[in-house]
Each structure stands twice: as structure tokens, then as C-alpha cells.
């Protein structure tokens, strides 16, 4: 599975891409056992404020349009479920991991809340849903999409296919490292998740991402030479005044972190000549700098600029891969 759409974040209108969901200005972080429950390789985490999402009208305009397949099919899964997600959920948050035989990758999804255990167990009963017994953890099916869920506790659940649930229960059980083993996100995640929404890549994943948002400029020679050097990025996005999005992309050196930033204010420079009046407004919009071996990308705009900019040809571009 390549990176998540949610992370192709590219120049301008792309950049807008890099989000699954968005909400205004309140935090999304993860509780210590939603930490634990994620697998330690993880290739991208995405979490959001699931609350005042569902409030913010661009955020479900650009959810609509750049949501992954793999994430539609979890949200859609939680929404049909009868676990009454949309009205107990806080927060919640996607995860790319690799699993054990380190050649695929699996997505699980956490939402934390308070939910009425009791109340979605006696439902269960009710209607004959029966668990698989995992060590001492039961695991119900969702329905009949394939799709599985696991409580922590009362106020966090872990859910996928039954292969990525399992994943979850192991690493929260220590049979298996887990994300709080994951020093170096573990630090970016410090960084953002005081934010509404954030997430972090690995280095594959930052290369992944990097490699979409310069298009056919990492063709170019100076790509090959800064890509193995990518360690990883984190982005934050939310909509309580306007639209704004700030990406940090850490390099091992101050050179690479510099030739990507000028790769990339060429490609911006390439989208100012070819876009619409609003693409170029959009181009202006954003702030491409690099500094001691960070690239930062900063962008912002009204809400109604952005409405506009979601229905753009050069928006169609980059979310459509």
C-alpha cells in the first residue's frame, strides 16, 4: 500500500490534500493506551478532532474529495456499525503500520470518546454478535463489511480488519513494540498534537509524499541525491479563522533541506506561469523556506479562496494519482 492520499502534499492547491479531515481550533491528541495500541513501524498517523470536524463545512467539502478508499471504508464501517461513533467520538486517528513480515502494510483506526459500553454490549448480545477471544480481549465483527473493533476501555477503541485489531491488542499487551518505542515520532508528535489536526511520516513515507508534491521535478538529477536523506515530516492544518496549513519536512543536513525547498519553489514558480488566477493567488499564498535541515511549507487563505481552490483543475491534478 503506497502512502496514504491523506499525506500527498504538494505545492499550492496541494498542500490542501495532505488532510483527511479537519476541524477548528481544538487539540487532537492520543491518550497513553491509544499510543500503546499502535504498532511501533508505523509509515504515517493521521489524527483528527473528530467533534468540531463535522462543524466545519470546508472540512467536509476537502474530506469528501481527498479521503482515501482505505479510510472511507473504516469511517464508513464506524458510521454503520450502530456504535454511534459520530456522537461519542472526540477524536480520531488512522494509522499506517507495517506488519510483522515487514512487506505489507495495514491500516487501524482508534477513536476515543465516551462511549456507553454497556449500552453497544447489550446491543451486541441483543442481536446475536458473538466475539473472537483474543488472549482475554474479545474482538466483534462490524457488520458485514469485513471490518472488526476491540475496546481498550470505555473511552477508546481500537478498529480494522481483524489481522490489523490484532496488531493493536499486541502492541498495547507488549508482545509486540509499540508506538511509545518510536522515539523519533514520538518527538515530532510533540511538535503538533497540540494542534486540531496533524500527522506524521516516517522516512518512506516522506519520500513517498515528496515525490508527488515535485511531480516530474523529481525526475530531475538533484532529487536522486536528496531523497534517501528525507527522515521524516509532520504537517498540522485547521479552519478556525481562514485555512491554514504549516508542513515541516526534516533532512540529515542543511543542504538537502535547502535543494528541496528550491525544487520545490520551482515547481511553484512552473504552477504561477500555467495556473488560474486563483491557483497563482494560491501560489501566493504559500511560504517555502528551509532551515537547519528543515523544510517548511506555509500556506493560508480565506475560506471562500478556498472553496474555490478545491474545485480547481490544479487541485483535480494532485489529489487525483
Request: hydrophobic share 40%.
Amino acid at each position: 500500500m503506497k502512502t496514504l492520499k491523506s499525506g500527498t502534499v504538494a505545492v499550492a492547491a496541494a498542500l490542501m490534500a495532505a488532510v483527511a479531515m479537519t476541524g477548528a481550533a481544538h487539540a487532537a491528541q492520543l491518550s497513553g493506551d491509544a499510543r500503546s495500541s499502535i504498532p511501533k513501524d508505523v509509515q504515517q498517523i493521521i489524527v483528527v478532532d473528530y467533534k468540531v470536524m463535522q462543524s466545519s463545512p470546508a472540512a467536509m467539502q476537502l474530506k469528501d474529495r481527498v479521503l482515501p478508499p482505505e479510510l472511507k471504508r473504516l469511517e464508513t464501517a464506524l458510521k454503520t456499525s450502530g456504535l454511534k461513533v459520530d456522537q461519542d467520538a472526540d477524536t480520531l486517528a488512522f494509522a499506517a503500520f507495517r506488519d510483522k513480515s515487514g512487506t505489507g502494510t495495514r491500516i487501524l483506526g482508534i477513536a476515543q470518546g465516551q462511549f456507553e459500553t454497556a449500552t453497544i454490549m447489550s446491543n451486541f448480545t441483543k442481536n446475536k454478535v458473538k466475539p473472537v477471544m483474543y488472549r482475554q480481549n474479545s474482538i466483534y465483527p462490524m457488520g458485514s463489511n469485513g471490518m472488526s473493533v476491540a475496546f481498550l476501555n470505555q473511552t477508546t477503541m481500537v478498529f480494522g480488519d481483524r489481522d490489523a485489531v490484532k496488531a493493536a491488542l499486541d502492541a498495547r499487551d507488549g508482545l509486540q513494540p509499540n508506538f511509545l518505542q518510536n522515539s523519533d515520532m514520538m518527538n515530532d508528535m510533540a511538535a503538533v498534537d497540540a494542534r486540531p489536526v496533524w500527522s506524521l511520516l516516517d522516512a518512506k513515507g516522506t519520500q513517498t509524499m515528496m515525490k508527488s508534491v515535485l511531480g516530474d521535478a523529481s525526475q530531475l538529477a538533484d532529487y536522486d541525491t536528496v531523497k534517501n536523506r528525507f527522515k521524516g515530516a509532520r504537517y498540522t492544518m485547521d479552519f478556525s479563522n481562514g485555512v491554514k496549513f504549516d508542513m515541516a519536512v526534516v533532512t540529515s543536513d542543511t543542504i538537502t533541506a535547502a535543494t528541496a525547498a528550491t525544487l520545490m519553489k520551482g515547481v511553484a514558480m512552473l504552477k504561477k506561469t500555467s495556473g488560474s488566477p486563483l491557483e497563482k493567488s494560491a501560489v501566493n499564498d504559500t511560504t517555502i523556506d528551509s532551515n537547519s535541515g528543515t523544510l517548511t511549507v506555509a500556506y493560508s487563505s480565506s475560506d471562500s479562496e478556498f472553496a474555490g481552490l478545491l474545485t480547481s483543475p490544479l487541485f483535480q491534478q494532485v489529489v487525483v494519482k
